[in-house]
C-alpha cells in the first residue's frame, strides 16, 4: 500500500496547467479511433478527426463508420452540439449524453482542458506520482470530483477516477502507452474507461496523429459545422 | 534492440502490417486510407420498409384515401429506398449532391420515384464565408417534432421528424464571425429563392423572387436566430428561437413565428366553405433531459396559429363522411372532390390542429443490450384529446446495420377527433437499413 503525503510546495493548479500543455498543444487536430468494447470481447470501432484551439474549442468530424460518416460535433466551453448530415441542422446536446454509445460520454470524447473546468484542491505524494484532487469550477461540469494520478517525472496523467459531489465513482480513465507523436508532443496513445455503472464493458481511445495546426476562430462555429470535412489534408 | 529492429523492418516492408498498440490492434494502413483526404465523397444507404395498416373503415381519412378501393381489415405495403450521397471537391468550390430512389408495393398500387433532395455548388472562399448555389435544405428552427420558424425548408413529418427532407432551389451566403466576450458567434445567412413554373413551384405562389435572412447569436451561452421571409410566394412573416442548455442533462429551446394575411379556406357548420384572412402565432417550448439512468425525455408544446380549430375540423369530417355517402349511395364525387381539393390547404398536415404535446421517451441499452434503444414516442391533441402512441424498438447489431420496429398501435380518439378519424388504427413497420 502506498503511503500519501500532502504536498505543500507545489501550486496544485500550476501543475494542472502543465498537464494540460503536455497532453495537448495550444492549437492542434489528431486522429483516434474510439472503440467499444463488449464483455464478450466484441468491438464496435469509430474513426474520428478532433480540431482543437485554446482552452475551450473543440470539433469533431466522424470518418468511420459509414453509418456515422460526415457527423460532426462541436464544443465551446459547456456548449455542445451535434450535427447529423441527414437531420440536417445542428442540435444541442449535453455532456453526459454519448454521440458513440459506451463507457465515453460527450465530455470525454470533446475534453477541454482539465485547467478550464477543475480547480486543484489538494495535492498529495504517492511514491512516483502525485495524486491530485479536483473540484469542478461550475455545476456544469460532467462530473463533481477528479481524483487524478500523475506521473512525476513526465508530468502526465496515468489514472482519473471520475466522481459525483457525495464521491460516487462514476468511472475510471486509464493513460497508457506513451509515444512521441512528434513536434515535441510526447504523451499516452491510449485512453481506455470503465465504469462500475458498465460492469464488464470498456471504451477506449486511440491516438494514431496528434498534430500542431492553426485554426480561424470560426472553425469552431454552428454554422461551419457541414463544412469540416475541408479542414482535412 | 535486435527485436525493435526487427519490427521496424518488418513495418518498413510490410506497411499494411498489424502495430500493435497495447492491447489494441491498430491496422494502421486501414487507418491512413480512411484519413487520406480524398477530393470525392460517396455514402449512402439501403432500405427496406414493410409496413402493415391496420385499416379503420369507419374513419373519415380512410374513406376520403381509399373511397375507391375495395380493401380488407389491413393493407401491407412494402417500400425499398436507395440513398445516394457524394461530392466532390475542387480548390473552394464543393458540388453536393443527394438523391433517393423509392419504391412502393401494395395490393392498390405500385410505383418508383427517384428525387434529387440535394444538390448544389458551394464555395468557400475562407472560413468566415460560404457561398451556395443550387437546391439544398436550410433547416431553421430549434424544434425537434414541429419548427414553425422553418421558414424556407417543407414541412417535418412530426411522426417521424428525423427523415431527410427534400431541399428548395436557392442563392444562399453564410457569413460567420467569432468574438471574444458574452456574444461569441454572430453569422448572417441572406438567401434568395426564385419561384417560378418548374423552380420550387410547391413552395407557394409563382413567378416571384423571394427573400429571406437568418442570423444567429451565439450570446451568453444560448443559441438564438432571428429569421425573416418575404417576396410574394407565401405571405410576410418573422421568427426568433432560442435553444440553451442548463446543466450536464438539461437542454430547452423554443420557436416563435409571426404570420402575416394568412389564408385559410374552412368548412362551417353549414357545410359552406369559407375564406378567413388573418395574423397568426406558431410557437413551440420544449426540452431535452437525460436521467441517470440514460432515459432521455424529449418534450414539447405546439401552438399553431395557422391550425384549424376542433370545430373546423369536425366540419371537415362531416363533409367527407356525407361526401362518402354520396359517392356510395348516389355515386356522386362533388363533395369528397372538394374534400380532396381542401387538403392541399392545410387539413391533410399530420398535424392540422392548433395545439399538441409531444413527447419521446427512449432508453440507452436497458439490460445491458449494447446499440439497442427501446422509445416510446406520443403526440397528443390538446382539444380534442385524441392522441398517437408509438413504441419503437431500435437495434444495430453490427456497424453500419440498422433495424427499427415501430408499431402505430394505440392510436385513440372519439368519433370527429384528429387522431380518430387518421385511416389507421394501428400500423407495424420495419425498417431494416445497411449504410455503406
Not at chain 2, 477530393?39 to 373519415?60: M, Q, R, V
Amino acid at each position: 500500500m502506498l503511503l500519501s503525503f500532502p504536498v505543500y510546495a507545489i501550486d496544485g493548479n500550476q501543475l494542472l496547467a502543465q498537464i494540460d500543455k503536455n497532453m495537448s498543444p495550444e492549437s492542434y487536430e489528431t486522429y483516434r479511433k474510439i472503440i467499444n468494447i463488449e464483455p464478450d470481447g466484441r468491438k464496435r470501432e469509430f474513426t474520428y478527426y478532433t480540431v482543437k484551439k485554446g482552452r475551450d474549442k473543440v470539433a469533431g468530424l466522424f470518418i468511420a463508420p459509414a453509418s456515422e460518416k460526415g457527423r460532426t460535433t462541436l464544443r465551446l466551453g459547456d456548449n455542445m452540439w451535434l450535427y447529423v448530415p441527414n437531420v440536417g441542422k445542428p442540435v444541442r446536446i449535453t455532456s453526459l449524453q454519448s454521440v458513440v454509445g459506451g463507457v465515453f460520454n460527450n465530455a470525454d470524447i470533446l475534453a477541454l482542458d482539465y485547467a478550464e473546468e477543475y480547480t486543484v484542491e489538494k495535492v498529495e505524494e504517492q511514491g512516483k506520482e502525485y495524486l491530485l484532487s479536483l473540484k469542478a469550477k461550475t455545476k456544469t461540469v460532467a462530473y463533481d470530483r477528479l481524483k487524478m494520478w500523475v506521473q512525476k517525472d513526465r508530468v502526465l496523467p496515468t489514472k482519473i477516477e471520475c466522481m459525483t459531489e457525495a464521491s460516487m465513482l462514476i468511472k475510471t480513465i486509464y493513460f497508457k502507452d506513451i509515444k512521441d507523436f512528434g513536434g515535441g508532443i510526447v504523451r499516452p496513445a491510449v485512453i481506455e474507461t470503465d465504469s462500475p455503472l458498465y460492469k464488464g464493458y470498456k471504451s477506449a481511445m486511440v491516438f494514431a496523429k496528434i498534430k500542431k495546426r492553426d485554426f480561424k476562430d470560426e472553425v469552431f462555429s454552428l454554422t461551419f459545422m457541414p463544412n469540416m470535412e475541408s479542414l482535412l489534408k | 534492440m535486435k527485436r525493435l529492429l526487427a519490427i521496424k523492418i518488418i513495418l518498413t516492408l510490410f506497411p499494411g502490417f498489424v502495430f500493435a498498440e497495447g492491447e489494441y490492434d491498430l491496422e494502421l494502413k486501414d487507418l491512413e486510407k480512411q484519413i487520406e483526404k480524398k477530393p470525392y465523397t460517396f455514402t449512402g444507404y439501403l432500405e427496406y420498409h414493410p409496413i402493415l395498416f391496420g385499416l379503420d373503415k369507419n374513419a373519415s381519412l380512410y374513406k376520403l384515401r381509399y373511397f375507391d378501393h375495395s380493401l380488407g381489415d389491413t393493407l401491407f405495403q412494402s417500400n425499398g429506398a436507395v440513398w445516394l450521397e457524394g461530392s466532390y471537391t475542387k480548390g473552394i468550390a464543393t458540388l453536393f449532391a443527394a438523391t433517393k430512389s423509392t419504391y412502393t408495393a401494395s395490393s392498390i398500387e405500385s410505383r418508383g420515384k427517384t428525387q434529387v433532395y440535394t444538390g448544389y455548388l458551394s464555395l468557400k472562399p475562407s472560413p468566415s464565408l460560404t457561398l451556395d448555389f443550387g437546391k439544398r435544405t436550410m433547416k431553421w428552427g430549434k424544434g425537434y417534432a414541429w419548427n414553425p420558424a422553418a421558414f424556407v425548408d417543407r414541412p417535418k413529418d412530426p411522426d417521424d421528424p428525423e427523415l431527410s427532407l427534400e431541399g428548395y432551389v436557392v442563392a444562399a451566403g453564410d457569413y460567420i464571425k467569432s468574438l471574444s466576450g458574452n456574444l461569441k458567434t454572430f453569422s448572417f445567412t441572406p438567401l434568395v429563392m426564385p419561384v417560378f413554373d418548374n423552380i420550387n413551384d410547391d413552395f407557394g405562389k409563382i413567378d416571384k423572387v423571394n427573400f429571406a435572412a437568418k442570423a444567429y447569436f451565439l450570446f451568453y451561452d444560448t443559441d438564438i436566430d432571428v429569421m425573416a421571409l418575404a417576396g410574394g410566394s407565401k405571405t410576410p412573416r418573422y421568427g426568433f428561437d432560442f435553444s440553451r442548455n442548463i446543466g450536464t442533462n438539461l437542454e430547452v429551446h423554443g420557436e416563435f413565428a409571426y404570420i402575416t394575411h394568412v389564408k385559410r379556406t374552412v368548412i362551417e357548420d353549414n357545410g359552406a366553405t369559407r375564406q378567413k384572412t388573418f395574423d397568426a402565432v406558431n410557437y413551440l417550448v420544449g426540452l431535452r433531459y437525460l436521467s441517470a439512468q440514460d432515459t432521455t425525455y424529449i418534450f414539447e408544446y405546439y401552438h399553431q396559429g395557422t391550425g384549424f380549430t376542433s370545430q373546423e375540423m369536425k366540419n371537415y369530417f362531416s363533409l367527407i363522411d356525407t361526401g362518402h355517402e354520396d359517392y356510395i349511395v348516389r355515386h356522386n364525387l362533388r363533395k369528397l372532390s372538394r374534400a380532396i381539393a381542401l387538403q392541399k390547404g392545410g387539413y391533410a398536415a399530420f398535424t392540422p390542429g392548433t395545439d399538441y404535446l409531444y413527447l419521446r421517451i427512449s432508453q440507452k441499452e436497458p439490460f445491458d443490450i449494447l446499440y439497442f434503444t427501446p422509445a416510446i414516442t406520443s403526440i397528443y391533441n390538446l382539444h380534442d384529446r385524441s392522441f398517437q402512441v408509438t413504441p419503437e424498438l431500435l437495434y444495430a447489431p453490427i456497424t453500419n446495420l440498422e433495424f427499427r420496429l415501430r408499431t402505430g398501435l394505440l392510436v385513440a380518439g372519439s368519433k370527429n377527433s384528429e387522431f380518430g378519424e387518421k385511416p389507421n388504427d394501428y400500423r407495424i413497420e420495419l425498417r431494416m437499413r445497411y449504410y455503406f
